[in-house]
């Protein structure tokens, strides 16, 4: 744990959204990921662009992208950004592909901007969304699916400069 202070929270112990207006802008960038898991026969289904929905990757891509740019709507301390970058790649896992030997769809975002603040959350929030997109368009067939490993990865940018997952 550090000694750092939670920057939301002011003197009193009151939530606050922290005061940006003096910091400089800089490029940021942030990466982030998610992993849906499924019973083989859903993936199939996916791969195969069989599901009853339609396009289950195309529409988990497009949702993620989507809730970068709402991040602010949903995350109340969150600043809204003007988002340079979004993208969500999201990539079919078959049996043997993981240690665990799950399979499902594996999610990863990366959002960037030029401002005063990062945009880890927003990251974060496009892969949390593509994977719920997925569950969603899949559930009918699959109640067990289940969403994990939604984490950052990678940021880049602001005073504190490159933090990388070890």
Known sequence: MTDQLLTHIDE?????????????????????????????????????????????????????????????DLIPMCHPLNITKAKVECTPVFEGEREDGRVGIHVLTTCGVTGKTGIEMEALTAASVACLTVYDMCKAVDRGMEITDVRLLRKDGGKTGLWVRA
């Open 12 to 72: 009193k112990g009151d939530v606050r959204m922290v005061d940006v207006s003096a910091k400089p802008d800089t490029e940021r960038v942030a990466v982030a990921e998610g992993f849906i898991a499924m019973n083989p026969a859903t993936l199939t289904l996916i791969v195969d662009g069989k599901a009853a929905k339609g396009d289950v990757l195309a529409c988990a891509r497009v949702a993620g992208v989507m809730s970068a740019k709402r991040t602010s």
